[in-house]
């Protein structure tokens, strides 16, 4: 067993469920199975491996709110980090990585993000040299130096989005972007107009637990309606995911049959090929199956994961040969390895898949931003940024599937196990989704590689998977969000 141990100096700094959120990755990545402990002043984290690797830490930033950091490689000793000092540089490292990075590539103008840093840097230094002075006096140090290297990071991705998009635009002014809203359970859409104006395509989810509520009795009342809503607005269309492994979208019966891995490919087989048979002439791109990697609707094997994604495939393929399909994955970072016993990540699963060559024309990622469950940490854009990037070299295009909160309050309606992330509470609220929302998709406007961007929940009304997700409230009343996408849809899409 293998252990690295961080001195905190401030507990303040970090949420109270940072045992339960903190943990280490390799070189690649990939996080490590392990066991996070106080063991007051220190926070031990334990693993069955003694490589050097990085440590993910959510963070209280006093100027930037909760966000989860990382520190710089670090090898195993006898004495204890100081957490602060290692976020710091590993923030500062990540930042300056990135900029040369960049750089590289032809990009200019980065005067204020190496002032930012040449700051951080110093404050670094002073950390590091009062750390067996001064405790304290460190803390300080380190604390500004992260702040200083969030801000560089910041202003890092204003100069990258700035001048990637000006390049887009010169090309073309529009971008030929899928930008789609899901439609979840709604027989009628509400504020049909709204969606219009917000989006050019529509995701009609096909959610097995409702269509099939018992074993051959299939419910096609909201699906027909949906396409045909569709249709008549001639929005593109999405559909899927056909197969999800989470609880609230697998029918029940279905895990009666967990022993029987026969049997539950041959309830996966015939769902998506009534499914595809039913719709395909007016699908434009099918979401095969989503959560495969993570999803706990089934306790199966790794390899019974990878056989579900690929008995899916080879189901929708048989139907129709021809129209794109792809598989998404959640917590793309992850954060679950940490806590299970699995080994499979999730580029490592979208890797293999692709070498298949099963006919996967694309992969998704699950951005569901400020939840815990089946959520991400906040991250910043860079981080965010970079994870893209990692992703597009398997060399396919990308879709996002996009959700932030609006609310701290309890959401009697919301089903599933995303949650706000604890520490935002006081953080999170209409305006807090929309300004993080406009953050992000001008992020991911600047990537040629996504192709397809879905907010993943319309509405909060009726039953929906994450608490406040929507973009119009329980009341029907259209939240500040809605607004940027309406803006893009005006602006900026072909």
Known sequence: MGSIRFRVHRPDRLPDDTAQRVCLVSLEGVPWTCRSDWHAPDLVITRSVTDSGYAHVPWRSDRFGQITLSTATLIERPTPYHLAVELAR????RVATQLADWQLAGLRNFDSVRDKLTAARQCFADAVTRQRISADEAELYATEAIDLGLEASRQLMRCYRQQVLEARQQESPRFPLWLAGNLNGHLEVPEPDAFQRSFNAAVVPFNWRSIEPATGEFRWQVPDAQVDWCLKRQLKLCGGPLLALDGQRLPDWLVLWEQDEEGVL????????????????????????????????????DEFRLQLAVVAIEALRARDSQTPMVLSFDQPWGEYMARSDTDLSPLYFADTILRANLGVSGLGLEFNYGYSGNGMSTRDLLEMSRKLDYWSMLGTPLVVFLTLPSSAEEDTQARGDARLTRGLESAVDPVWQRERLEAIMSMLL?????????????????????????????????KPALKVFQEIRRNQLA
């Not at 998506?272 to 099918?286: F, G, K, P």
């Not at 040629?448 to 608490?467: C, G, K, L, M």
């Open 90 to 93: 590993g923030t500062i490292h």
């Open 266 to 301: 041959s309830y996966v087989r015939n769902y998506v090929d009534s499914v595809v048979a039913r719709y395909q002439q007016h699908i434009q791109l099918w979401h095969c199956a989503a959560r495969i990697n993570n999803g706990r609707g089934l306790a199966v094997s």
């Open 446 to 478: 600047a990537k040629r590689f996504v192709q397809v961007i879905v907010w993943d929940q319309w509405s909060d009304a009726p039953i929906h998977r994450f608490p406040h997700g929507g973009l119009l409230g329980a009341d029907g009343a259209a």
